[in-house]
């Protein structure tokens, strides 16, 4: 097998060259690996710290394909990796990150030929840096339709002064992007994406759909707006795709070069191959800088959720700064799931054998949760007092941990959870020090008056009275 060291692009030797990944036309391994390390100046900048999931195709575009997130085993040293605790539990997914033009050819090498950066950048996960819709052609419908929803999007956005950037997805359809670039969270950007494409729908019941459980999409353009999420993934400007027997680009667009494709008909004026996307980068420049660049907001309303998401993301920085969640199996801080809730709150006690045995009790707050180590536990006879110091807030989803934590790491020890239940608030409120809360849980029924002391160390020390 001839191996080329292709030493342009840092000493990755391209393993398999001639293998034909695109069988129209032959595209090999070596010229998939050559459009990325050429295209790597326009694309980088996008890429840039943000975790990406890879779609390999090691036999090419026909053959069996599967997308990668964690970093293989034998991924090299210099390859920069980030760790992302899982929504569903253990241990971390290190995405790789495509921040130098040796990592672009190392993956291209690999055969990844399609490339899905996340919508944010390490180490701010909660936070995208734009928003994006995905208009997808149902059955009947092609590009063309879609560029005339993606008009009716751009005018809704512009109507919220938001500008507005379309590329071709290399596939089917097309991608608006809302760069935003400013402090927000997915809080804010998901339903704000979900308003926007419900109107559209709304507005326009033949030709949009924005529900994609809904097998309604034949004649219709979804709107896929749900691409707005922390797990989500969206191809990359500039990545290859790998659809079709030919490698097409997805490429960004001028909306003018949209409406002569629609006044003609002529949606090939919209296919981008790696020779011709080059060609017109030299051309144009790369029309996304505005993605990378413009600062834009959110309208009011959605804005404010955002910030309601920081507010809390600033009230467990003490929780995420004491552990380190690559060694502890506790959930980190990042990823959180709002609890369905309606004046009920929900508590938990956690039995801790610290160096120190003692109990965690936690009431549901505001997205956190309020805790206090009490070593006594919760006092259970009528009148009876104990000592609880107030902890940092935990995050919600620490209502059901059981765990190890390990020796040496803070509060290392056994987590099990010694009852869990529902609150009410009967009198009273935390942040005036005085509050009388009634449980329901197995173990613990009834109320319980928690009341804050002045005290002179760090350490607020509250009493517990059973009543
Ligand atoms: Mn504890």
Redesign the pocket.
């Given at each position: 097998m001839t191996r080329t060291p292709i030493t342009a692009h840092g000493n990755i030797t391209v393993s398999n060259p001639d293998k034909v990944l695109y069988p129209a036309g032959k595209f090999t391994k070596a010229q998939v690996v050559e459009y990325y390390a050429r295209v790597a100046p326009f694309l980088l900048p996008h890429f840039k710290n943000r975790p990406v999931t890879l779609k390999r195709f090691p036999d090419g575009v026909f053959g069996e394909a599967f997308y990668e997130k964690d970093a293989p085993g034998f991924t090299p040293e210099w390859v920069k990796r980030f760790p992302v605790p899982r929504h569903e539990g253990g241990p971390d997914i290190h995405y790789i990150l495509i921040n130098d033009i040796r990592t672009l050819a190392w993956v291209a090498n690999m055969a990844a030929l399609e490339l899905h950066p996340f919508l944010h950048r390490v180490p701010r996960i909660e936070r995208p840096t734009h928003v994006v819709f995905d208009l997808d052609p149902g059955e009947g419908v092609n590009i063309l339709q879609c560029a005339e929803i993606a008009f009716l999007l751009r005018e809704v956005l512009r109507k919220l002064h938001l500008q507005s950037l379309v590329k071709v997805s290399g596939s089917k359809g097309l991608q608006v992007y809302v760069p935003l670039n400013t402090a927000t969270t997915y809080e804010a950007t998901q339903p704000f994406s979900r308003a926007i494409a419900e109107l559209l729908e709304n507005g326009n019941p033949k030709l949009v759909v924005s529900d994609m459980s809904k097998n309604l999409r034949v004649g219709r353009v979804l709107i896929d707006w749900s691409q707005n999420a922390d797990y989500k993934t969206t191809v990359g400007v500039y990545s290859l795709r790998a659809k079709r027997e030919r490698p097409y680009v997805s490429m960004p667009v001028r909306w003018e070069e949209l409406r002569k494709a629609m006044a003609k008909s002529d949606a090939a004026r919209l296919e981008f191959q790696p020779e011709e996307a080059l060609r017109r980068l030299d051309r144009m420049g790369d029309l996304f800088v505005p993605l990378l660049k413009l600062k834009q907001q959110l309208p009011h309303e959605f804005a404010k959720l955002g910030r309601t998401r920081g507010r809390r993301t600033a009230q467990l920085a003490e929780y995420e700064a004491k552990r380190d969640f690559r060694k502890t199996s506790e959930p980190a801080a990042g990823l959180p799931r709002r609890s369905a809730q309606g004046s009920r709150r929900r508590f938990v006690v956690q039995k801790?054998a610290?160096s120190h045995l003692?109990y965690?009790f936690r009431l549901e707050m505001h997205d956190v949760l309020k805790s206090w180590?009490v070593p006594r536990g919760l006092p259970l006879k009528e009148g009876e007092t104990h000592t609880g110091f107030q902890?940092e807030d935990h995050t919600v989803e620490y209502l059901e941990f059981e765990g190890i934590i390990p020796q040496g790491e803070y509060?290392g020890g056994t987590v099990m959870v010694w009852d869990i239940g529902t609150y009410e608030v009967v009198d009273g409120n935390y942040w005036k020090g005085a509050l009388r809360v009634y449980l329901t849980g197995k173990k613990l029924k009834g109320e319980w008056m928690l009341n804050r002391l002045e005290s002179e160390d760090k350490k607020t020390r509250w009493l517990l009275q059973r009543k």
């Open positions: 801790h610290a003692h965690d180590a902890t509060g």
